[in-house]
């Protein structure tokens, strides 16, 4: 089993910047990947990216690709999402997610899932 905790949400205004963290608990963090979606409202829950369990591999949405950057660090089992020069449109709950494999792609197929924290982008 593998618990996430997420922190870092919150108001900015656009252009700014935030980082999110999302901290795991278990011993086995190191042997999972992790994503990061979110959902505005009235929206679908939308892949952002994803990282391998070593951190080697990335991948991301187009939408964030330049802007986003997703990282971890496996001695403190927790991911990262940094997010600069943010939009109105990036406004939405952000979640993470933990799955034992890495694959460069969208697909929301995860095991495990943190509870969402809002970040509000104001224009």
């Known amino acids: 089993q593998v618990q996430l905790v997420e922190s870092g949400g919150g108001l900015v205004q656009a252009g700014g910047s935030l980082r999110r963290s999302c901290a795991a608990s278990?011993?086995?963090?190191?042997?999972?990947?992790m994503g990061w979606f979110r959902q505005a409202p009235g929206k679908e829950r939308e892949f952002v990216a994803t990282?391998?369990?070593?951190?080697?591999?990335?991948y991301y949405a187009d939408s964030v690709k330049g802007r986003f950057t997703i990282s971890r660090d496996n001695a403190k089992n927790t991911v990262y999402l940094q997010m600069n020069s943010l939009k109105p449109e990036d406004t939405a709950v952000y979640y993470c997610a933990a799955r034992p494999y890495y694959n460069a792609s969208g697909g929301n197929e995860y095991d495990y899932w943190g509870q969402g924290t809002q970040v509000t982008v104001s224009s």
């Open positions: 990282i391998s369990w070593s951190g080697a591999n990335t």
């Open positions: 278990g011993r086995t963090f190191s042997s999972y990947a």
